[in-house]
């Protein structure tokens, strides 16, 4: 496959990811080990972990909603490097933890994440037309996703000789601390070297007048405008299922994993194995769906989603057999269907769900890329702001639901999400759309 310029953006826009939520991934593993640590030395609150991430889950959800305009009076290469240099800076800040400066790069991190966010679909969409909206989408989200293949990794061999009651000293802190804030300034250095194609490069048709300027009110209004629109308010359906999978793939799986004492005697181990399972799944189906681009184009986006859906189904399924009704709530010594749980179905378990969450992501960047280039920023701020919100929910009601009724919830919304993609993807065009949203070719 030929790599065109705007194709070897995208791939070094994923390279940036992969630096930063490698680190981010892999501190967010110990974080709480380390935060328990200080809180036995006096340093901090027993409780400042789940502080610090409700407190980013805010100002995501917040920043969401603001972003664009930001994004649009920035331009994206320096959004991306504004929100990377606020994770280094996160990272940093634990060499001399504190509860102040936790709680202040919190915020900080969870007001750069909206802005990344939503600056990566931009620079996604001036890169790309509607043939390579699909191929684009994919690469990148396989190359970034290879971030949690690395921090699996590196979870299993930081956790796979520690027993519950060891430590970490501080010389290993810092030595760690020191490689997740030199990738994270990685991270900082391909973003700043991205290049943003001008207007009158070849892939772009030169018969379209460059988006216009607008002052941060007319951003914010643009946003919530297009919030009104009937293929968002379809595709909010889909928005929703992405919130309430993530923290079941993120957190509640993994939980059940490691709450089942039956499984392994290491369960820690092969939470990171389950990590490493996910990340398989995330990029196999990224690097697939993104070299096939011509095949995939062919199946269509609903094709694709279809697929995600079923594989998703299979793995929730596979979790309602392997586990314990009660695993997600604490440790169990009970058994679910199958007796004794098998650490094998764990696995393909988290393979399905990385691979299902790729196809969701995928074929939703690239319609949102594809139908919404000139709003492209207004476009993804709306998708992940009601992702973080949908996410924040489903975090708070996480602790109080057993396996079956996380189960039943997902089935619904992915029934939901499915069909409202499916509505919004064969919804014509209409006229306005065409002038105000897109650069490229749309059907």
Not at 374 to 400: C, N
Request: proline share 4%; charged share 15%.
């Amino acid at each position: 496959m030929r790599i065109g310029p705007e194709t070897f953006n995208v791939l070094q826009l994923g390279l940036g990811f992969l630096l930063i939520f490698f680190a981010s991934d892999a501190q967010s593993a110990i974080k709480e080990t380390i935060i328990d640590q200080k809180h036995k030395a006096g340093v901090l609150d027993e409780y400042a972990g789940y502080i610090s991430s409700g407190i980013s889950y805010g100002a995501f959800t917040f920043s969401n909603f603001v972003s664009a305009p930001i994004v649009r009076l920035l331009g994206p290469r320096w959004a991306l490097v504004i929100g990377a240099v606020v994770y280094a800076l996160f990272q940093a800040g634990f060499f001399f933890l504190n509860e102040p400066f936790l709680y202040i790069t919190s915020i900080l991190v969870g007001l750069a994440s909206g802005l990344i966010w939503t600056a990566q679909g931009k620079y996604i969409a001036i890169n790309s037309t509607d043939n390579t909206a699909g191929t684009h989408s994919s690469l990148f989200w396989g190359m970034s996703q290879l971030c949690l293949v690395g921090s699996g990794a590196f979870l299993y061999f930081a956790f796979r000789d520690l027993k519950d009651n060891d430590t970490i000293d501080d010389s290993t802190l810092n030595l760690l601390y020191g490689v997740f804030t030199a990738v994270s300034v990685a991270g900082v250095v391909v973003f700043g070297l991205l290049r943003i194609p001008e207007r009158d490069e070849p892939f772009v048709s030169p018969e379209l007048e460059p988006e216009s300027k607008m002052t941060f009110k007319e951003g914010l209004y643009s946003t919530f405008k297009l919030l009104t629109e009937k293929r968002i308010l379809f595709l909010a359906a889909s928005f929703i299922y992405i919130g309430v999978e993530v923290p079941f793939r993120s957190g509640i799986y993994p939980s059940a994993i490691s709450f089942t004492k039956k499984l392994a005697t290491n369960t820690k181990a092969i939470v990171a194995l389950n990590t490493i399972s996910q990340g398989i799944g995330q990029v196999t189906a990224g690097f697939l769906f993104g070299i096939l681009g011509g095949v995939t184009k062919k199946l269509g986006r609903i094709t694709v989603i279809l697929i995600g859906l079923v594989a998703h189904f299979l793995a929730f399924v596979a979790a309602y057999l392997n586990f314990p009704n009660d695993a997600p709530l604490g440790k169990t010594e009970k058994e679910g269907i199958i007796k004794p749980p098998n650490v094998a179905i764990a696995l393909i378990c988290g393979y399905l769900l990385g691979f299902g969450n790729a196809c969701w992501n995928t074929q939703i960047f690239s319609l949102l890329v594809a139908k919404y280039n000139k709003k492209s920023a207004e476009a993804f701020a709306l998708f992940f702001g009601f992702q973080s919100l949908t996410t924040a929910i489903a975090f708070i009601y996480a602790s109080y639901f057993t396996m079956v009724i996380h189960i039943l919830v997902l089935v619904v919304v992915v029934i939901l999400g499915f069909i409202g993609f499916s509505v919004a993807e064969k919804l014509p065009t209409p006229t306005e759309e065409v002038d105000e949203h897109s650069t490229i070719h749309v059907d």
